[in-house]
């Protein structure tokens, strides 16, 4: 419950300095409000491994043999 908020308070300090930012800035909060607006119990872990599997793939660091 307490990362829904972060993740919500996240978005308002972003939103609140939107002006003058630069098209990355504006991508990444467009993509943390629709991954909210998709799963709004997503918390912050969540959001973090969203990013990161857009990153590096779905699999794992250290194969499981």
């Known amino acids: 419950m307490i990362t829904k908020y972060f993740c919500l ?3 308002l300090i972003i939103s609140i ?3 003058g930012q630069d098209s ?3 991508k990444i909060k467009n993509a943390i409000e629709s ?3 998709h799963f709004p ?3 912050l872990i969540d ?3 969203n990013f990161f599997q857009d990153e ?5 660091i250290i194969p499981n043999d």
């Open 24 to 26: 990355t800035e504006i």
């Open 47 to 49: 959001i973090y491994k």
């Open 41 to 43: 119990e997503a918390t």
């Open 35 to 37: 991954e909210l607006k």
């Open 17 to 19: 300095n939107i002006k």
């Open 9 to 11: 308070f996240l978005l």
């Open 56 to 60: 590096f793939g779905p699999g794992h």
